[in-house]
């Protein structure tokens, strides 16, 4: 079982940053690829980034290629999502989510999620 509490969510103007962190219970970290995912009202979670189990691999969403930078700290039981040049279509609930096993853009596929953090970006 692997408890997730992300953190770091606000309001930003666009062309800002901010940095989402996800902290992880338990002792086995190393084990799970873990993601990013966002989700806008009325709209379905989306992909946003991935990273494996011991950080050498990571993919994106085209749209956030380039301005989200997604890394992980496997002996602080963390992951990481730093967001620069943030646009309002980035406002969205920012969820963090483990699973076993390779890395996946598919939501369906992990097994556990955080509660989720607001980031809303103002033009």
């Known amino acids: 079982q692997v408890q997730l509490v992300e953190s770091g969510g606000g309001l930003v103007q666009a062309g800002g940053s901010l940095r989402l962190s996800c902290a992880a219970s338990g002792r086995t970290f190393s084990s799970y690829a873990m993601g990013w995912f966002r989700q806008a009202p009325g709209k379905e979670r989306e992909f946003v980034a991935t990273?494996?189990?011991?950080?050498?691999?990571?993919y994106y969403a085209d749209s956030v290629k380039g301005r989200f930078t997604i890394s992980r700290d496997n002996a602080k039981n963390t992951v990481y999502l730093q967001m620069n040049s943030l646009k309002p279509e980035d406002t969205a609930v920012y969820y963090c989510?483990?699973?076993?096993?390779?890395?996946?853009?598919?939501?369906?596929?992990?097994?556990?999620w955080g509660q989720g953090t607001q980031v809303t970006v103002s033009s």
């Open positions: 990273i494996s189990m011991n950080g050498g691999s990571t």
């Open positions: 989510a483990a699973r076993f096993g390779v890395t996946s853009s598919s939501y369906a596929s992990y097994n556990y």
